[in-house]
């Protein structure tokens, strides 16, 4: 819990299991920049000597029950399925009004078909800015607080949304919706990096990575029936109802995880008590993460800065992020254009046609289950391979079969999707697109979570900026491109710039990851 140093003439330098502690009759001082990640330290046990003059806090001993790293499987997997439901309930908002968009704007009046896309991808611009503000929260207050608030800010304007009377209102509570929404995909993942260790976090990734993209999959099935059978108002309704139920899961289930925080709750214990028991003047205490210049706007000014700074000066994130941003725009282009193939081409009703979604789902479903099987097993191998040494390098192997089912099922969809071809077998391109797109974001959730351990909202939240405004931007082009090109052409376009940057991409990243994580001092901090 604190460390113990006996004072003397001479001021030395004595290392605590990565923590520098300097020690003289007149000073001690934490270097909270070397601090790494829990799960590669151990606890500083022992108290301070009076001379010493500060206590510093931390785990009682590696086996500490109340680090979240020791935590039973049970409650780790209690707050991974909270947080994946979280990921999962704002995405389904995402896209289950786009069935209802023509019902919508026919009630409003609106007629500009770049209006009726942005009923639907305004709440994904949403997704670029949130995070950069939320994930830095959650840093400040932590996961759970920052996840249950933001999950209630969500309501309410998703509510809202049923109620709204013109097109600047939905437009409107459908932004600040999203906002709250958008905290989910990104502190979800860092209350991954908080519970598990790396040889087991493969698993409760794959299930956390697959809610976000299972949702927007689901969601246009829902909202085709409920747009055919009832009003499009209960899009919203409904999704509100669904929220109140996972909020009350994560009430129960959600524990903070972030161990500055609940180190710091530790501090203040120690604080209350030492105020309660000494006459003298009062001994400071601080957590292994705090500096000695640790004040609450130099704190709050590095935590709101970081995830701009892991976008403007870490090369790492660039590039996943460029990569992923491709993907993910993909993703949302190709869910806003299934209704236009099957209700436009084969002539089939609304509800009938979001039946196809399926397709796109039983391809994300079924490859992250194989992949769930596999990503821990890969990277224990690759550890043991290489003395026993794990590296964010190992959670690549699956970008390769990944990178090619993509284009594959582009081509597939595009050239297929005729009146003259039986319906299937567009949905069959479709199940391989979601498997390839799966198995890419699985991956480098994956990478940056283990490469950015203690600061993984950050990493995630600047990833979620570039790929948000992808998954804004790439629906808003694709009426026009298919409506200029066809089916056909139009995907081999994007099959050929899928193969130009993701077949490729795995090898690079084997090669260069290591050295790009090298030039990050946040990676090399977690």
């Excluded at 923590?19 to 009759?25: D, F």
């Excluded at 979001?354 to 391809?363: C, D, E, R, V």
Aim: proline share 6%; hydrophobic share 45%; aromatic share 12%.
């Amino acid at each position: 819990m604190g460390s113990e140093e006996t004072a003397s003439d001479e001021e030395r330098s004595n290392p605590i299991d990565g923590v520098t502690i300097t020690t003289s009759p007149q000073k001690i001082e934490v270097d909270a920049q070397t601090v790494p990640a829990e799960d590669e330290r151990t606890a500083v046990s022992g108290p301070p000597t009076p001379a010493s003059g500060v206590h510093i806090v931390d785990w009682d001993g590696p086996d500490d029950p109340k680090n979240p790293k020791n935590w039973s499987f049970k409650k780790k997997w209690a707050a991974t399925l909270v947080v994946s439901a979280y990921a999962f309930i704002s995405p389904l908002s995402s896209s289950m009004m786009a069935p209802a968009g023509n019902k919508i704007a026919a009630e409003f009046g609106v007629t500009n078909k770049t209006v009726i896309a942005l009923f639907t991808s305004i709440y994904v611009a949403a997704y670029a800015l949130g995070p950069l503000t939320l994930a830095p929260l959650c840093e400040l207050y932590g996961r759970a607080r920052v996840l249950q608030i933001s999950n209630l800010f969500y309501f309410a304007w998703n509510l809202g949304c049923g109620f709204a009377q013109t097109p600047g209102q939905l437009i409107a509570f459908r932004f600040l919706s999203g906002i709250g929404g958008s905290a989910a995909p990104s502190v979800g993942g860092g209350v991954l990096g908080d519970t598990w260790n790396p040889e087991q976090r493969g698993q409760a990734i794959a299930i956390y990575s697959l809610a976000p993209l299972l949702g927007p999959v689901i969601g246009p099935v829902c909202g085709a029936w409920i747009a055919q059978k009832s009003d499009w108002r209960w899009v919203f309704w409904s999704t509100s109802i669904l929220c109140v139920f996972i909020q009350a899961l994560g009430f129960f289930y959600l524990r903070e995880t972030f161990a500055p925080v609940l180190l710091e709750r530790k501090a203040m214990l120690i604080r209350q008590s030492m105020n309660d028991t000494e006459k003298g003047s009062p001994q400071e205490v601080r957590t292994v993460y705090d500096g000695a210049d640790r004040e609450w706007k130099n704190i709050v000014k590095k935590a709101l800065f970081r995830p701009f700074a892991l976008s403007i000066y870490e090369p790492i994130i660039q590039v996943l992020s460029a990569y992923l941003s491709f993907v993910y725009g993909l993703f949302y282009l190709f869910l806003t254009t299934i209704p236009s193939i099957f209700e436009g081409v084969y002539r089939e009703q609304v509800g009938i046609a979001g039946l196809h979604y399926f397709a796109l789902g039983i391809g994300l479903t079924t490859v992250s289950q194989l992949n769930a099987r596999f990503l821990d097993q890969i990277y224990k191998r690759l550890c043991k391979q290489n003395g026993g040494e794990g590296k964010p390098e190992y959670r690549l192997p699956p970008l390769v079969p990944g990178s090619i089912m993509l284009p594959i099922g582009l081509f597939i969809t595009g050239w297929t999707a005729r009146a003259s071809v039986h319906w299937v077998v567009p949905d069959i391109g479709m199940a391989f697109v979601g498997g390839g797109i799966i198995l890419i974001f699985q991956s480098v959730q994956t990478y940056a979570i283990d490469a950015f351990t203690l600061h993984a909202a950050s990493a995630l939240a600047a990833l979620a900026f570039f790929r948000s405004l992808a998954g804004f931007g790439f629906p808003l082009f694709a009426p026009a491109m298919y409506s200029a090109l066809g089916y056909g052409k139009g995907d081999t376009i994007l099959a050929a710039v899928a193969i130009a940057i993701g077949v490729p991409a795995p090898f690079l990243f084997w090669i260069y990851g290591e050295r790009l994580r090298n030039a990050s001092r946040y990676a090399k901090r977690a």
